[in-house]
Nanobody, 115 residues
């Protein structure tokens, strides 16, 4: 049973930073392509950042230069460092792990950016 657990969401002001974590248990972590998705109120879930098993990152243009995705295979953990947060970054952040046709999701963590 593969489980993903996110943490680190919070209420912050514009311009502040947050670091999200996603711990993956029950699977071959180092083989997964990992990603962070965001779902804003009333909108579809969209990809924010993705990192392959060799550590190559990809970002949505809305977060390029502000967010950094990383992974620690020794700790079965993925991170999302979010800097200079904007109100438009508000939403529930989900982590996802892919391996071939298998896809696993976490339960999400809320990020709210508001003054």
């Amino acid at each position: 049973q593969v489980q993903l657990v996110e943490s680190g969401g919070d209420l912050v002001q514009p311009g502040e930073s947050l670091r999200l974590s996603c711990v993956v248990s029950g699977g071959a972590f180092r083989l997964y392509t990992l990603a962070w998705y965001r779902q804003a109120p009333g909108e579809e879930r969209t990809m924010v950042a993705r990192i392959t098993r060799d550590g190559s990152p990809t970002y949505d243009e809305s977060v390029e230069g502000r967010f950094t995705i990383s992974r620690d295979d020794a700790k079965n953990t993925m991170f999302l460092e979010m800097n200079n947060l904007e109100p438009e970054d508000t939403g529930v952040y989900y982590c996802r792990a892919d391996l071939a046709l298998q896809r696993f999701w976490g339960q999400g963590t809320q990020v709210t950016v508001s003054s």
